[in-house]
């Protein structure tokens, strides 16, 4: 089955690091794009930055830029999105989803279950 | 940047009905444009891309049309199962976008 995994819900404390992870199935993997889309309670999608797990060529929306890091192992199939000092702002749904490579074809045909951050002192 | 405005923000409607939802880009974005379906509490579902091509499994009611800034997604007959957030999302360069949402209810 083709399908992306993400890694369980985190509860976190302000300042504290986190790295939360996708992993693809049933496909190439290094054929399409890997996205994070952050979606915080009740509100819209943000896409928040992409991988191209072939090479590791990242690049980010210029809103989380700096913020959070975006990095994959091929060789497990995996993504990663990783904060090293999270706020409670950070609280959000987390998704990863796909798109393939050629630049007609940035759209997000395959989605993973989200990743439910929650930041609270 | 782009930016992607959809309109409205929220509707109800009727069962049967025919319902459309705009998204206009600030700049042409020719057909890069897809529509996402998002059902209460799941994940995020690709219904169109390139503007009008319907993706695989996707009921025929739903379509897409427009170019360049001015798009569109119609239901030609509202069913309950269609109760959802609708998204558009351009992809003409490596900054993606997605619009802010429009809430879709049964009258």
């Known amino acids: 089955e083709v399908q992306l995994v993400q890694s369980g819900a985190e509860v976190k404390k302000p300042g504290e690091s986190l790295r939360i992870s996708c992993k693809g199935s049933?496909?190439?993997?290094?054929?399409?794009?890997i996205s994070w889309v952050r979606q915080m309670p009740g509100k819209g999608l943000e896409w928040m930055g992409r991988i191209d797990p072939s090479d590791s060529y990242t690049n980010y929306s210029p809103s989380f830029q700096g913020h959070v890091t975006i990095s994959a192992d091929k060789s497990i199939s995996t993504a990663y999105l990783q904060w090293s000092s999270l706020k409670a702002s950070d609280t959000a749904m987390y998704y990863c989803?796909?798109?393939?490579?050629?630049?007609?074809?940035?759209?997000?045909?395959?989605w993973g279950r989200g990743t439910l951050v929650t930041v609270s002192s | 940047d782009i930016q992607m405005t959809q309109s409205p923000s929220s509707l109800s409607a009727s069962v049967g009905d025919r319902v459309t939802i705009t998204c206009r880009a600030s700049q042409g974005i020719s057909n890069y444009l897809a529509w996402y379906q998002q059902k209460p509490g799941k994940v995020p579902k690709l219904l169109i891309y390139?503007?009008?091509t319907l993706q695989s499994g996707v009921p025929s009611r739903f379509s897409g049309s427009g170019s360049g800034t001015d798009f569109t997604l119609t239901i030609s007959s509202l069913q309950p199962e269609d109760v959802a957030t609708y998204y558009c999302q351009k992809y003409n360069s490596a900054l993606l976008t997605f619009g802010q949402g429009t809430r879709l209810e049964i009258k």
């Open positions: 049933g496909y190439s993997f290094t054929s399409y794009w």
């Open positions: 989803a796909r798109q393939e490579l050629g630049p007609d074809y940035w759209y997000f045909d395959l």
């Open positions: 390139a503007a009008s």
